[in-house]
């Protein structure tokens, strides 16, 4: 069984103490697992915890975050136990980190060519020329045109959508199991975030990658995940396969999010929510309770029968 | 091509830079009360004699002839002459601009061999030592003058320990200053490969650096830690660890990203420091141009001042103009 996982989140906690004591608890006893070559996705509102999580398995949280409690296991070992040298190993070459704004994440003063090639020389120990033509090569792949002259270039003289694909490449040139992508197409035009979308889905075939795939568009998510999980307030309120999700969605909150993305009054109609459910089984005293409850086969929700 | 016609489009400002450094400082000298006429003659010189020489000075022109005037010799390079020293401006600074050049940048670039790194490593280690120090260091440096700061070092190094040179100017009486061809004793003497000479110079430069120096480091190593505070929580400094990277690598990252902060410190401290280390000068004899302007304000001997506002101008420009074209170097976003 756990050959075939490769990430899992156990119980995670991340709290944001304040001067004194707990301050805000941004993720609160998070648990999924992704199988290798799966995608699932965590959807959520801004707020709801999804970067945290996504910092909290590379270990880069913005100060004061830290995690209190719970393991992240990626291929049988520890994240939060490991020391940063351990870590280091694994960061950029095993599990990467697409992230949004790529244009803010790269560094002004140095060619894309040059960041690229610090990465590789970093983990594959290659020597100039071998990380030169890897660099290339990845920039091939994420279909940069012109990607000769883009080695040299820096990244304030790319588009959103090309710098972007850097980041793509980045986190690809390693050749890593796992991929984070966190919001990575929040930035970008509809068209472009389509080419995208497209690029990551081809590549992720392709190389059988295992992703973590962030995102506040539930509409994306159904069409690029094969597990869906929500986030509401640091915690998971529902997480299930996506044809179970989309077919039979019970949490309150999942049926409200998916009446709102719904264009169709049909649609709508359909994902339609009873408030007068809400507090019985989902909510006490208008918080969620602790215990998941498996309603179909891997398909959870936050609730009490 | 960009940066020749940039080069150029800046020295095409020079000029009229330089033409309203010199006005202004021009009228407001005139400004200042006190007839140099009755300063060079005495209180007893008779109304005759007063008259002859505001004649020969050009004194008794109005304002407007006497700058004028004043322009078409500096423009002929004629700085006009000290009537305390009796030479030329344009040789007596053409002597002591070297001196303060020296002093002021080699004290820079201690300030700045100290700075750094004390900086850098302020803000990696947080809770360590060193971060303490560096607060402590700022505080200390911006409250203590740096005139003060040079007495206590000739008391202790020179009068109590004895280990220093004399704070009485650039060399000892019995040396002959080597060759000129920098102005700098330091180079020149290295150039001449005279080590006498040179070990001489270093003792009596090094008080004085100390001093500067030291004073100087605070501000460099404030604006280098907060520099470095600010871009080690940058986002692609912590994408840059999220790749993976070393810590050396992105210690490197992130002070090439603070370099243009550093850098616009210095050239604010550099700046500064050619008219105002004129205190240091003074305690240690050094014989600077600073304190050649500074008798010359005490005298009204006007011309010394002005020889020294335009050479400053002109360093001061040529400074700011080297510092843009290293914020260039540094940055590619400024370079389109």
Request: aromatic letters at 8%.
């Amino acid at each position: 069984m756990t050959d075939s996982i490769s990430l899992s989140l156990n119980n995670l906690t991340v709290d944001y103490p304040g001067y004194k004591g707990s301050g805000t608890i941004a993720v609160k006893d998070v648990s999924f697992s992704i199988e290798k070559g799966k995608v699932l996705g965590l959807v959520g509102e801004s707020g709801a915890g999804k970067t945290s999580i996504a910092r909290a398995i590379t270990r880069q949280l913005v100060e004061p975050g830290e995690i209190t409690a719970g393991e992240i296991i990626f291929e049988n070992k520890n994240i939060v136990s490991m020391s940063q040298k351990e870590l280091r190993k694994y960061l950029g070459s095993q599990i990467s980190l697409i992230v949004p704004n790529p244009k803010s994440e790269l560094d002004p003063l140095l060619t894309i060519g040059r960041q690229l090639g610090d990465v590789v020389k970093t983990h594959l120990k290659l020597n100039n020329k071998e990380a030169r033509e890897a660099v290339l090569k990845v920039l091939e792949a994420v279909q940069i045109p012109d990607h000769n002259s883009r080695y040299s270039a820096y990244p304030h003289e790319l588009s959103g959508g090309m710098a972007q694909r850097v980041i793509i490449a980045m986190s690809l040139i390693c050749n890593p199991k796992f991929v984070i992508s966190d919001d990575a197409t929040s930035g970008l035009d509809v068209t472009v975030q389509r080419e995208i979308m497209k690029l990551m889905q081809n590549i992720i075939k392709e190389k059988d990658l295992s992703v973590l795939f962030i995102t506040r568009d539930i509409g994306l998510a159904a069409h690029f995940c094969d597990h869906l999980g929500l986030l509401f307030r640091g915690q998971i309120v529902e997480i299930a396969p996506i044809n179970s999700f989309f077919k039979n969605p019970i949490h309150p909150y999942s049926l409200a999010l998916l009446s709102a993305f719904s264009h169709s009054v049909k649609w709508r109609k359909v994902y339609s929510t009873d408030p007068q459910k809400w507090s019985k089984e989902f909510f006490i005293n208008g918080n969620v309770p602790d215990s998941m409850i498996e309603v179909e086969k891997g398909h959870l929700v936050r609730m009490i029968r | 091509m960009a940066l020749i016609r940039y080069i150029g489009r800046r020295l095409l400002f020079v000029l009229p830079q330089l033409f309203g450094i010199v006005a202004v400082s021009f009228f407001l000298l005139k400004m200042i009360p006190g007839d140099p006429a009755l300063l060079m003659l005495g209180p007893l010189a008779s109304q005759e004699a007063i008259n002859e020489i505001r004649s020969v000075m050009g004194l008794d022109k109005s304002l407007i002839e006497q700058f004028v005037i004043y322009l078409e010799r500096v423009l002929s390079g004629d700085l006009g002459t000290s009537w305390q020293t009796t030479k030329p401006v344009m040789e007596d600074l053409l002597k002591r601009f070297p001196a303060t050049m020296e002093l002021v940048t080699l004290s820079l670039l201690f300030a700045l061999i100290l700075g750094i790194p004390v900086g850098i490593l302020a803000s990696l280690l947080k809770k360590s030592i060193i971060n303490k120090f560096s607060t402590y260091y700022g505080l200390l440096a911006g409250s203590l003058p740096d005139f003060w700061l040079g007495l206590i070092f000739i008391f202790v190094f020179y009068t109590i320990l004895g280990w220093a040179a004399a704070p009485m100017g650039r060399l000892d009486l019995g040396i002959l200053p080597p060759a000129v061809v920098s102005g700098s004793y330091f180079i020149d003497s290295l150039i001449a490969g005279d080590w006498e000479t040179f070990n001489n110079v270093v003792a009596h430069l090094t008080l004085p650096v100390l001093t500067l120096g030291l004073i100087n480091a605070g501000p460099i190593i404030k604006m280098t830690q907060s520099t470095m505070d600010r871009l080690l929580e940058s986002d692609h400094i912590r994408y840059a660890r999220s790749c993976g990277l070393g810590e050396f690598q992105i210690v490197r990252r992130a002070f090439r990203n603070s370099l243009p902060s550093v850098l616009t410190i210095v050239s604010v401290l550099y700046s500064f420091l050619i008219g105002g280390a004129v205190l240091v000068e003074i305690v240690f004899s050094w014989g600077g141009a600073g304190q050649y302007a500074l008798s010359g304000v005490l005298n009204a001997d006007i011309n010394p001042v002005m020889g020294f506002v335009v050479w400053s101008a002109v360093l001061c420009l040529i400074l700011y103009l080297i510092v843009d074209l290293l914020y260039f170097a540094i940055d590619p976003r400024l370079r389109d």
